[in-house]
């Protein structure tokens, strides 16, 4: 069967998707719907049964495109600058004018048995000024926990939202002491818009407006209160009892979203199962890529042009089979999902819109990057980074293995496999959001290279004959286990 996976055919799949019509594949670009038109253009010639929307092959994904339209922010008549001065995301603020002639400093924000900087105070529609983290004795002890351990409080920022909204706060500014930090994590979210899921859910924040401030710029806004504000910080941290009090002080911030719609497109191409045709097989990857700066196209042909086209490849090949009358006892799905490089979104629209029942599908095969080699192999090696196969069941890191020594015959690797990678490879591809909902799920790669997210990752530099033989072994895996006799066991 395996002989309908062929790299000459590959060669010329992998030349359109990273032709320079396909633009990079972004989501929401004309080039990624020309991807994607020809793989269902593929599914077509082959013959393969729809399943999408109105009798396509596609789901459609709705996605949001947020940024900000315009904000300011002005304090005691000086105006200061987004990511200079202060952080605010688009996607955990709402639009919002303020004209404010107090602010009521808040202490650490924190509401806690042991500690509660809302007591006594009334903060409800107002602007309140916080510190991160949580109050401390001079040797390090933290009042909250009593012990040298700090508490959730400062670990966990959502908390101090929370308690903000439950007293109905209109805005937090936070004294942020780690600014520099602050705007390196969030710096790529505020220069580039951010891609949501089109639900109502992610669109609109309903937690209270948070700005993160560096330290000059608090001082301007504090204005006349900083000695005042600085005095009461120290008298929290040396009795452990809060000290909230208003000041005055003028600020103007106005805050604009620009939210577009976007739409997108998740591909499938549907192999009914005989016997067990309620128990499904899916095998993933993803088609979208990082688009084109300027003039600079990122063709992504390892990225995952490689996994795609491998996809593609496996589907003709159960098509073929079918053909012949050769169908699997179990239903397979192979799926091509979009909006990978913005967030896995695809995968994640899929695992929550699933057209298949997910309580029965019992695996999920995906490929990402497997059309090069990289520095720790030489250049003939036919080997395979495996990644999370044994996470959620032994049976599925078992049945690969065995797979592979029966027939293909490639050097598994499990480097990155390790719990404690600092790569975390485990959590960056699709498959995460089939194993969030606790289906195992198992990645193959090839490792990453000096190409990775560069222009220079072309298709003249992948190797066809290794693509095709680890396309053949994903097939071999994918047909194996829509085949034993029993459905294999999450037992992780
Ligand atoms: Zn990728």
Redesign the pocket.
């Known amino acids: 069967m395996t002989t309908a996976i062929d790299q000459t055919e590959m060669s010329t799949i992998l030349d359109v998707l990273t032709s320079d019509s396909c633009a990079g594949r972004e989501l929401g670009s004309v080039g990624v719907d020309i991807a994607a038109n020809f793989i269902a253009t593929k599914f077509q010639q082959y013959g393969i049964q729809k399943i999408g929307d109105n009798n396509s092959y596609f789901q459609h994904v709705g996605f949001s495109w947020v940024n900000w339209e315009n904000t300011s922010f002005r304090a005691n008549d000086t105006e200061f600058k987004l990511l200079w001065d202060y952080v605010a995301v688009p996607t955990e603020n709402n639009d919002l004018e303020i004209n404010a002639k107090e602010i009521v400093f808040c202490g650490y924000g924190i509401d806690d048995p042991n500690y509660n900087d809302y007591e006594n105070t009334s903060v409800k529609g107002k602007v309140i000024l916080i510190y991160n983290g949580e109050p401390t004795k001079t040797d390090g002890t933290s009042w909250i926990t009593n012990s040298q351990f700090q508490s959730d409080w400062s670990t966990n920022f959502n908390k101090k939202i929370e308690a903000a909204k439950k007293h109905e706060v209109a805005l937090i500014l936070v004294i942020e002491e780690k600014f520099k930090q602050l705007v390196d994590l969030k710096r790529s979210q505020l220069i580039s818009p951010t891609f949501l899921l089109d639900s109502e859910e992610y669109l609109t924040s309903n937690t209270p407006n948070v700005a993160y401030m560096s330290s000059s710029t608090s001082s301007h806004v504090i204005g006349n209160a900083l000695k005042k504000v600085i005095q009461a910080r120290n008298r929290i941290k040396k009795k452990g009892r809060a000290h909230s009090f208003s000041f005055n002080t003028k600020l103007e911030i106005s805050q604009k979203k620009n939210i577009k719609a976007i739409s997108g497109k998740n591909i499938m191409a549907y192999f009914e199962g005989t016997d067990k045709k309620e128990e499904i097989v899916i095998v993933s ?2 088609y979208d ?1 990082i688009g084109k700066k300027n003039e600079d196209i990122f063709n ?1 042909a ?3 042009g490689s ?1 795609t086209t491998a996809v593609i490849q496996i589907a003709k090949a159960l098509q073929v089979a079918r053909d012949k009358g050769i169908k699997p006892r179990r239903t397979i799905l192979c799926l091509l999902v979009t909006g ?2 913005k967030g896995l979104l695809g995968s994640n629209y899929y695992v929550n819109n699933p057209r298949l029942d997910l309580n029965k599908t019992t695996v999920d095969i995906n490929i ?2 497997v059309g090069r080699i990289d520095k720790k192999y030489s250049e003939d090696s036919a080997y395979l980074y495996v990644i999370g196969s044994d996470r959620l069941s032994a049976d599925l890191h078992r049945i690969n293995e065995e797979v592979n020594s029966k027939y293909s015959q490639l050097i598994l690797d499990y480097v990155y496999n390790a719990e404690n990678d600092p790569n975390r490879y485990y959590y ?2 699709d498959h995460y959001n089939f194993a969030e909902k606790r289906i195992p799920a198992i990645f193959f790669f090839n490792g990453t290279h000096e190409d990775y997210h560069r222009i220079t990752d072309d298709k003249i530099k992948i190797n066809l004959p290794i693509l095709e033989k680890r396309t053949k072994h994903i097939f071999l895996l994918t047909w194996e286990l829509a085949n034993i006799p029993k459905r294999i066991i999450v037992d992780k």
């Open positions: 990857a993803h890529h992504g390892d990225d995952n996994g990978e490089e990402d990057m960056r591809s």
